[in-house]
């Protein structure tokens, strides 16, 4: 991988753009293996240095810990390789293995802040690594063959079985001791080990999904993050087992290019079933509803409606209605407020996938989470447009009265047909030469 790096300059500017640097056109990187220092009284040795040259004596140094297979990254070994970082004046550390972060500025291990002083850290995961190349391998128009060549053989070889590259495939120990208690009625602690693990490994099938809707769609799908989530993995952590213990759901949002809506997928472990949504504003200058619920139904028609169903918010306090997409087809208006005189706000259209015993099953789970989420996408957002208003039109008949009465004293606009008062009469403009003395 550090080879790729330093081989493919388009590879590197994609995965350190990542980690807040830029590679300009002066600059230059290196990287190495198996560094040591001087005076390293623990005798450990990180298994790479990155460098950074970005000219007139800019340098940026991090070292690399890497982990293969299911080893994950080690909080003691961390804390070492940290302070080797810290004597020596490397401002950063990147870990790689095959645990997944929400954004490379999150780690995998939880570290006091003490800790991380003066250094930053940075994670990666291997499918992570996969998957921007790929992206480059079907979107970047590479000057040089032998750079995608390079790039290509990378793929390739972490793509082997033997290397050990893998996707996140099952939840944690503790999540089948959740579900119990949450079916069983049990209260649930924030701070349980069942519920901060179970969060902590759906955090990492978030980012799973995320790099999996990548390759499928050969975009960058994005994980949909606040501000405040995004800068510190802690406090994200914590308002989601509050929202788990809340109201014993896990949810997760994604923002797909050019899509019509965001996507959201939602856990509920109370119903042990999965749902995938997008919701779309309804056409505003349609005055009836059944106009608006038409116009959804349209975007349908070539949809297998198994399993999905729409849903429809109403302004003001009136609740919501839902029909089944076969339903719908049948009788449109199902899915109208008792209050005939409303129209819909806004449509959710969504896949609700109820897994009963499954659901609990650490490695069933995200199999058929794995599977909704792009059979939505295909069936259904693939599908959808959000509703452009279209232009006004030019009022014909007004503009052909107009041109009919004339008009002596002045003329006509041609885009409205109105008439325009004449122009003034002006004087031309003299300029007189200065006195030569």
Request: glycine letters at 4%.
């Amino acid at each position: 991988m550090l080879a790729a790096l330093t081989s493919v300059p388009p590879f590197a500017k994609a995965m350190l753009q990542h980690i807040g640097q830029r590679l300009g056109v002066r600059a230059s990187l290196e990287c190495f293996t198996e560094v040591v220092f001087d005076g390293n009284s623990d005798k450990i040795r990180p298994d790479g240095l990155i460098v950074v040259d970005g000219g007139r004596g800019r340098q940026w140094h991090c070292l690399v810990e890497a982990k293969i297979g299911r080893t994950e990254i080690d909080a003691d070994q961390l804390t070492k390789y940290l302070n080797l970082a810290r004597s020596n004046n490397v401002p950063a550390l990147l870990t790689i293995s095959n645990q997944f972060v929400a954004t490379p500025r999150h780690s995998p291990v939880r570290l006091p802040k003490s800790a991380t002083k003066g250094v930053e850290t940075f994670h990666w995961s291997w499918m992570s690594v996969v998957t921007e190349a790929m992206l480059l391998l079907n979107e970047y128009d590479f000057e040089r063959p032998e750079q995608r060549f390079i790039l290509n053989e990378m793929v390739r070889y972490f793509s082997h079985r033997s290397v050990a590259v893998t996707t996140f495939d099952r939840m944690n120990p503790e999540w089948k001791e959740l579900n119990s208690k949450v079916q069983s009625g049990a209260r649930l602690a924030k701070t349980a080990p069942e519920v901060e693990d179970s969060v902590a490994a759906w955090h990492q099938e978030t980012r799973d999904l995320c790099l999996l809707l990548s390759r499928k769609l050969s975009h960058t799908v994005r994980l949909r993050l606040s501000r405040a989530h995004r800068e510190d993995p802690t406090a994200r952590m914590r308002d989601d087992c509050e929202s788990l213990v809340a109201t014993h759901r896990l949810s997760c949002t994604f923002d797909i290019p050019d899509a019509a809506a965001p996507l959201v997928v939602v856990a509920d472990l109370q119903r042990r079933c999965i749902s995938v949504s997008m919701t779309l504003a309804a056409p505003r200058d349609k005055q009836r509803a059944s106009s608006r619920i038409n116009w959804l139904l349209r975007q349908l028609t070539k949809t297998d409606p198994h399993g999905i169903h729409v849903r429809a918010y109403w302004p003001g306090r009136a609740p919501t209605t839902q029909a089944s997409l076969a339903d719908l087809r049948d009788n449109a208006s199902v899915l109208e407020s008792e209050n005939r005189s409303l129209v819909p706000t806004s449509f959710e259209v969504l896949l609700v996938q109820d897994l009963a015993g499954k659901f609990s099953g650490s490695r069933t789970f995200i199999e058929l989470l794995e599977g909704a989420v792009p059979t939505f996408y295909e069936r259904v957002g693939e599908r959808l447009r959000p509703y452009i208003t279209p232009p006004p039109k030019l009022q014909r008949q007004q503009a052909e009265s107009a041109d009919d009465a004339g008009a002596p004293d002045g003329h006509h606009d041609e885009a409205v047909g109105n008439r325009v008062a004449p122009l003034p009469e002006t004087t031309p403009m003299t300029t007189e030469q200065p006195d030569s003395s």
